[in-house]
């Protein structure tokens, strides 16, 4: 006698997908990739980033930019900045880009997003707050980051962003152009062009709004059957990952992780980041662990003594 299906299943006939490699062969070389170009992350300026030509399969990407352009004839309102955006909801896209997402999601690329970068314990995002799937049109301009890095739903600080361009024979006079700057840098800008298959991996720099920036430039020239196209996707990770000292492993120096083979795992830094490591105050820590409407009212309630004295201390320690 045949039981019944779950609820929770779905049955369909759905046609063999482009998915991303993730296999042990396709990690040993993002692995290989990310140690290369981890030093290449960390020393960039005017803050860490790194701008990736070519990452994903090209026929991955050509299948994602078609579930787009049929989820955009689909929905053609925009707003007044002639923007459309689509949010990461797995479940409402193609399936090419179901699983593109859910596989940006996954342990093995959180992994080598630890390694290239030098992040420990990175933490995708379930809920896509924040990223997007972004259709903009002759004069319109791509969003800029206005919030505090702050997840609403994990409770979590963001860690990195990812953008995807799927933009094929896009032409430098038509603008699009991320640009990333610091004040820290003394005017120095660099300017990335949104062409297809062209992946920028940035740094959050929110919790320290001097740190650094990033927005894209102008209105778009591009002819008016022509879109720019973008996908975003946000990293996390919890505040007590940034800590001063190794974190304690069983057996080897190397961390353990449950999901990976050890081969893969030997491609994490067995040090904390210097990124992690020096440049995280316990103040900045303070501003990743409390939602800016809260540090306040936490700063209020601190007894005016204890105030003092701890400002006392820290002008004994400046000397």
């Not at 379930?126 to 739903?153: A, C, K, M, N």
């Not at 004040?183 to 001097?210: H, M, Y």
């Not at 990952?241 to 795992?265: I, K, N």
């Not at 980041?273 to 501003?287: D, E, F, G, M, T």
Request: glycine share 6%; with cysteine.
């Amino acid at each position: 006698m045949s039981s019944s299906p779950s609820s929770l299943t779905l049955c369909t006939d759905a046609p063999a997908i482009k998915i991303l490699d993730l296999s042990t062969a396709g990690m040993e070389g993002l692995m290989a990739f990310s140690q290369a170009q981890h030093p290449k992350f960390i020393s960039a300026a005017p803050f860490p980033h790194i701008v990736i030509d070519n990452l994903f399969d090209t026929e991955l990407l050509e299948a994602v930019l078609k579930d787009i352009t049929l989820l955009d004839e689909g929905s053609r309102h925009m707003d007044a900045q002639n923007r459309e955006k689509h949010d990461l909801d797995p479940h409402a896209v193609g399936p090419t880009t179901r699983r593109f997402l859910l596989d940006l999601c996954s342990a093995r690329f959180c992994l080598f997003l630890e390694a290239l970068t030098g992040i420990d314990g990175i933490i995708p995002d379930p809920h896509f707050e924040g990223g997007g799937i972004y259709t903009v049109s002759r004069g319109g301009t791509l969003p800029t980051l206005s919030d505090d890095g702050w997840h609403q739903r994990l409770k979590l600080p963001r860690q990195l962003t990812m953008m995807v361009y799927l933009n094929p024979n896009w032409q430098e006079d038509w603008g699009g152009e991320l640009a990333l700057w610091s004040e820290r840098s003394r005017g120095q800008r660099v300017n990335i062009s949104p062409i297809f298959n062209k992946t920028v991996i940035l740094a959050s720099t929110t919790d320290e709004p001097s740190s650094g920036h990033y927005a894209h430039l102008g209105g778009l020239e591009c002819p008016d059957t022509v879109a720019l196209r973008s996908l975003s996707v946000h990293y996390y990770s919890h505040p007590l990952s940034f800590t001063a000292q190794p974190l304690p492993h069983s057996g080897d120096s190397r961390p353990s992780h449950p999901y990976l083979e050890p081969m893969y795992v030997d491609a994490l830094p067995t040090q904390p980041p210097r990124l992690a490591r020096n440049a995280r105050s316990a103040r900045r820590k303070l501003s990743a662990i409390l939602p800016k409407s809260l540090q306040k009212t936490f700063q209020k309630s601190v007894p005016k003594s204890l105030a003092n004295l701890y400002r006392a201390g820290k002008r004994s320690l400046r000397g």
